[in-house]
């Protein structure tokens, strides 16, 4: 059975022979681009460097990039993707925002590539929804937007579903089995607004999302970190068929496999948090042991896997591989 095979198993929780693989060097996952852009503005500052432009602008004494919507980031000595520190949405009675144009012959590139045939199961990465508005108006105004300018905040996410939709049409039946995308919604133990207003602004942009994917045949990962219980159900309405969570010990484990399991799959590494960073190799053994026989018990509703940046972290690759061992050994359903 090919990789593509036990994936779609796995997310249609029809009898899987084993759980996924999504290791750095043992994965059943290959991936491409959701879309090549065209006539993008010319934009000096979309690398890092020393801007003293951008620095004026934001008074931040490192590194600097502006990105192709208008937003500036800021990191010190070269560590890290950096955060926003100036959003391009200063204002919502008057602001630009430009979704860059995709290109539609890139649908004639997919088809090239015959990825249907492909023994792995094809991703490809979407844009995020609440990243997007967190980085255009910066995290506290985004979360004081929810109150004070609900409108703004659901047409803003609108906006941007249309587009990822749009994107998601153009490339249906390409080959593409699964559509990832990623927001990230919780502290260590709640998430950044309630349940309700989350339904309101934000679900219904993630459903048109997930049903455009559907539509083209496309599974729907999401990846999300920090603790998002109150919003699981409420994912799954919308469409979510993969859960990518790297602290899957927040919740933990036992609650995911017991509560959703025969539901939706866990995409995850053993815990980045509590486990992983210990470097107690029988704690990390036992745990991605335990990790199999819970997602056994619920019918095998897991991809596990490697978490890509392990240095930032403080994990060695070595503990990682550790787990890995196991979770092989012990991956049959």
């Known amino acids: 059975m090919t990789s593509k095979e036990i994936i779609r198993r796995l997310v249609a929780h029809d009898a899987p022979p084993r759980i996924g693989y999504d290791f750095t060097d043992l994965t059943d996952f290959t991936s491409v681009r959701s879309r090549r852009l065209i006539d993008l503005p010319d934009n000096p ?147 950044f607004i309630s349940p309700e207003s989350f339904r309101a602004l934000f679900k219904p942009g993630y459903k048109k999302v997930a049903d455009a994917a559907h539509e083209a045949g496309m599974s729907v990962f999401l990846h999300s970190c920090g603790y998002i219980y109150d919003f699981i159900e409420d994912f799954i309405d919308a469409g979510i068929d993969v859960f990518q969570f790297d602290q899957p010990d927040a919740y933990p484990s036992e609650v995911l496999a017991g509560e959703f399991g025969r539901r939706v799959v866990f995409h995850s590494p053993v815990d980045i948090q509590k486990v992983l960073p210990t470097g107690d190799r029988e704690r990390i053994e036992r745990r991605a042991s335990e990790m199999c026989a819970v997602f056994r018990a619920a019918g095998g509703g897991w991809i596990a896997k490697d978490y890509p940046s392990l240095g930032d972290i403080g994990v060695e690759p070595v503990w990682a591989k550790w787990a890995e061992d196991v979770i092989c050994e012990n991956s049959a359903l």
């Open 45 to 191: 500052y979309g690398e890092w460097g020393d801007y003293p432009e951008l620095k004026k602008l934001t008074g931040f004494s490192g590194e600097v990039r502006r990105d192709v919507y208008g937003n500036i980031y800021g990191r010190f000595n070269g560590k890290t993707k950096g955060e926003c520190i100036r959003g391009v949405i200063e204002d919502w009675e008057d602001y630009t925002y430009t979704l860059p144009a995709f290109d539609p012959a890139y649908r004639d590139t997919l088809l090239e590539w015959d990825l249907a045939s492909s023994d792995k199961y094809v991703l490809t990465y979407g844009e995020s929804l609440f990243s997007a508005l967190r980085d255009a108006r910066l995290i506290s105004n985004a979360l004081a937007d929810t109150v004070t300018d609900p409108e703004a905040v659901a047409a803003f996410i609108d906006m941007l579903a249309e587009h990822e939709a749009a994107v998601i049409k153009s490339i249906a039946g390409c080959g593409v089995d699964g559509w990832f995308f990623g927001d990230d919604w919780g502290t260590q133990d709640r998430t």
